[in-house]
């Protein structure tokens, strides 16, 4: 059995003359985070949205845990353990908090909803707002809850667009350590998309780049942050 939990190969989508994303290949390891880096509109988000099956490929393949799913959609690589959040919070603001995480974890197809979604919230530190409605929780409280609807069911596979958008840098760093955490209490493996560099460079056991839809670097956080071209491209004289 392969090491990696997901694979993409050559992945392209293109609308038109436009090349959103090009011969992407990446790889996640077992228990990894791997965080993807780059300028606005550089395709990170439009990686995602392939390997969840949100975007249609225009070439290439995405395998999850060996399995070739590039012609499964979204709720069939979901039940195969491919999870993720979104830039803003999917979560029901008039719902009860434990409720909606339930809910997620049935729709996940969790043999005991219930316990699964103690659970989770228990690991994300949310158990004692279980019953708060979820409109009335704090922003970065919000935001561990948006995680946890991505986690029930215990997927493979998670990847989070942006998580941390909009925290302070206390909620950064509380969410940061939630995440690192989550890779070996339950066995996940991340890719992880986020512009806040502290988090990135500090969690990330890999880290890959973009630029117009290409990768133009991957490896190691201290690798990457070296990189002369990452550097001019993204890092500037922050690196």
Do not use: W
């Not at 302070?168 to 890719?191: D, F, I, K």
């Amino acid at each position: 059995m392969t090491d990696h939990v997901l694979e993409t190969e050559d992945v392209a989508i293109h609308y038109g003359g436009v090349k959103a994303v090009d011969g992407v290949a990446l790889t996640l390891a077992r228990g990894q985070i791997r965080g993807l880096i780059g300028p606005n509109g550089a395709g990170k988000t439009t990686v995602i949205n392939a390997i969840t099956g949100r975007s249609k490929l225009t070439r290439g393949r995405v395998r999850l845990n060996g399995e070739d799913v590039s012609a499964l959609g979204v709720v069939e690589r979901r039940q195969r353990g491919l999870s993720r959040s979104f830039q803003r919070t999917s979560i029901f603001g008039q719902m009860g908090v434990r409720k909606q995480v339930e809910l997620a974890s049935y729709q996940s197809g969790a043999e005991n909803p219930g316990e699964d979604a103690d659970e989770v919230l228990h690991e994300l530190a949310l158990d004692r707002l279980a019953a708060v409605t979820a409109a009335d929780l704090g922003y970065g409280e919000q935001r561990r809850l948006d995680l946890a609807l991505a986690l029930v069911g215990r997927p493979s596979v998670l990847l989070l667009d942006e998580p941390m958008a909009g925290l302070s840098v206390q909620e950064s760093n509380e969410l940061a350590r939630h995440l690192q955490a989550l890779t070996t209490r339950r066995q996940v493996s991340v890719l992880l998309v986020e512009h806040d560099m502290d988090v990135v460079f500090g969690i990330s056991d890999a880290i890959t780049c973009f630029e117009l839809g290409r990768v133009i670097a991957s490896g190691s956080p201290a690798e990457v942050r070296a990189n002369p071209r990452v550097r001019e491209a993204y890092l500037g004289s922050a690196a």
